[in-house]
């Protein structure tokens, strides 16, 4: 993907960082400051958001929620992803003040999805570990993975189909079905290296 510069994808994570403080000083120089950092015209791109969050010493994931859709742009996706990983994701308690400043934040942005090929030979061949997240549709389930989740887990192809399914809510072998939507997508990836620290992107 690699579509923002390394120093754009910076301010993209200390936004996200911002947007987490300023909720918990609920000060309006706090604000005003998320406000400035937005307003950089890199923000006007599309990309779908996730923001991810992980404890410094334990790498141990903290809070993960996104918008994959392209509808809006960065600049407000940015804010509500990373609010929404720090107090609303159902796996954890909200984030505490304490606990921010051991906290990792990463921000993955999202390429426009394209659609896998109906045959379950073909959507095997059809995505790449490593580079490709997948997205799973069928009537109102959804699943999301992103393409660390197979790396991370070291899976092959075959368990990253059935993981989504999963994720979905589905039997994990309904990714052989035709008319199972699976779409595939391809993230850059912003990372703190220490907390509030210098941020890279993760290649």
């Not at 909720?23 to 958001?49: C, H, P, Q, W, Y």
């Not at 505490?96 to 045959?119: A, F, R, Y």
Request: hydrophobic share 35%.
């Amino acid at each position: 993907m690699g579509s923002i510069p390394e120093k754009d994808g910076g301010i993209i994570v200390k936004a996200a960082r911002l947007a987490i403080e300023s909720m918990m000083s609920k000060e309006d120089t706090a604000e005003n400051k998320l406000r400035m950092m937005l307003s950089s015209i890199v923000f006007n791109a599309k990309e779908g958001v996730f923001v991810s969050l992980y404890h410094h010493h334990t790498n141990e994931l903290r809070g993960c929620i996104g918008f994959p859709e392209h509808s809006k742009e960065i600049r407000y996706k940015i804010v509500n992803a990373a609010r929404a990983a720090a107090f609303e994701d159902k796996r954890f308690v909200p984030i505490s003040k304490n606990e921010l400043d051991e906290t990792i934040v990463e921000v993955n942005l999202l390429s426009e999805s394209k659609q896998l090929p109906e045959t379950a030979k073909g959507r095997k061949d059809a995505i790449k570990i490593g580079r490709d997240g997948l997205i799973v549709e069928y009537g109102i389930r959804r699943g999301l993975l992103l393409p660390s989740v197979a790396t991370e887990n070291g899976m092959n192809k075959e368990e990253f189909l059935e993981a989504v399914c999963k994720k979905a809510g589905l039997n994990k072998n309904y990714w052989k079905q035709k008319n199972v939507h699976i779409r595939k997508f391809e993230t850059q990836i912003f990372k703190e290296e220490s907390p509030n620290g210098k941020v890279a992107e993760v290649t």
